[in-house]
């Protein structure tokens, strides 16, 4: 496979993965490799498509989860609206959150990047932060901090549901997901997700894409992503 080639399908991952920096990069690299610019948008192009057939199956899976036997009846519209949830993910110092990035896709942190989708459209706050890009977060955050002091970072990532620490150590599966959260209602509107910029619509979710830093060059301190 020649470079040209890899920099067209690591764009189309890129898009599929919802990483503006690894984007941003990839589109320079074909640039610099002579590739055409209807090249690079029919890449894009493929990416939209691989996107949105993800996403159409896992709102396929997560509905036979919920469809499934022995799910806890919903409670109350009322007392879901006077109690919502929420989703805190501290993850390990890593460049980004997509999955897609580096040498091979990590498929576990793929599949829990559509979870959180999947989660918010039922009401659920996410808030996601990670240790190379928001120390403060970490470190302002008494709970995490203690958390961090006992177990240490590679105890790494922490998942708090309300505040109560959930699981350490790995993502978990989209089923274990819906466990934790008892979701069992039809999907409501949409909180948004905490990127450490302010609360932004999840419909451009990027797992924390969005910081200052991502955006301001590749994702990787070393000039390299998704390669």
Same mark, same amino acid.
């Given at each position: 496979?020649?470079?040209?080639?890899?920099?067209?399908? %690591?764009?189309?991952? $890129?898009?599929?993965?919802?990483?503006?920096?690894?984007?941003?990069?990839? @589109? =320079?690299? !074909?640039?610099? *490799?002579?590739?055409?610019?209807?090249?690079?948008?029919?890449?894009?192009?493929?990416?939209?498509?691989?996107?949105?057939?993800?996403?159409?199956?896992?709102?396929?899976?997560?509905?036979?989860?919920?469809?499934?036997?022995?799910?806890?009846?919903?409670?109350?519209?009322?007392?879901?609206?006077?109690?919502?949830?929420?989703?805190?993910?501290?993850?390990? %110092?890593?460049?980004? $959150?997509?999955?897609?990035?580096?040498?091979?896709?990590?498929?576990?942190? @793929? =599949?829990? !990047?559509?979870? *959180?989708?999947?989660?918010?459209?039922?009401?659920?706050?996410?808030?996601?932060?990670?240790?190379?890009?928001?120390?403060?977060?970490?470190?302002?955050?008494?709970?995490?901090?203690?958390?961090?002091?006992?177990?240490?970072?590679?105890?790494?990532?922490?998942?708090?549901?309300?505040?109560?620490?959930?699981?350490?150590?790995?993502?978990?599966?989209?089923?274990?997901?819906?466990?934790?959260?008892?979701?069992?209602?039809?999907?409501?509107?949409?909180?948004?997700?905490?990127?450490?910029?302010?609360?932004?619509?999840?419909?451009?979710?990027?797992?924390?894409?969005?910081?200052?830093?991502?955006?301001?060059?590749?994702?990787?301190?070393?000039?390299?992503?998704?390669?």
């Amino acid at each position: 496979m020649n470079e040209q080639t890899k920099e067209l399908i %690591a764009i189309g991952a $890129s898009v599929a993965g919802h990483c503006q920096p690894c984007l941003t990069f990839h @589109v =320079e690299q !074909a640039k610099c *490799l002579g590739i055409s610019d209807d090249d690079i948008r029919e890449a894009v192009a493929v990416g939209k498509m691989i996107e949105k057939g993800a996403m159409s199956a896992m709102s396929q899976f997560a509905q036979s989860i919920l469809d499934g036997p022995g799910f806890p009846i919903a409670p109350s519209p009322q007392n879901e609206e006077s109690s919502p949830k929420t989703l805190k993910v501290f993850d390990p %110092a890593m460049c980004c $959150s997509t999955g897609v990035c580096g040498p091979k896709v990590d498929s576990a942190l @793929v =599949e829990f !990047a559509s979870a *959180l989708k999947t989660v918010a459209e039922y009401g659920i706050a996410v808030e996601r932060w990670n240790l190379a890009q928001q120390p403060e977060a970490f470190v302002q955050n008494s709970q995490v901090k203690k958390h961090l002091t006992e177990l240490g970072n590679q105890a790494l990532p922490f998942i708090y549901i309300n505040n109560e620490l959930k699981l350490t150590g790995r993502y978990p599966t989209t089923k274990e997901i819906f466990a934790l959260l008892e979701l069992t209602g039809k999907g409501k509107s949409v909180i948004g997700i905490q990127t450490g910029g302010g609360v932004k619509p999840f419909a451009i979710l990027d797992a924390n894409a969005n910081n200052e830093k991502a955006t301001n060059g590749p994702c990787c301190p070393d000039g390299g992503c998704c390669s």
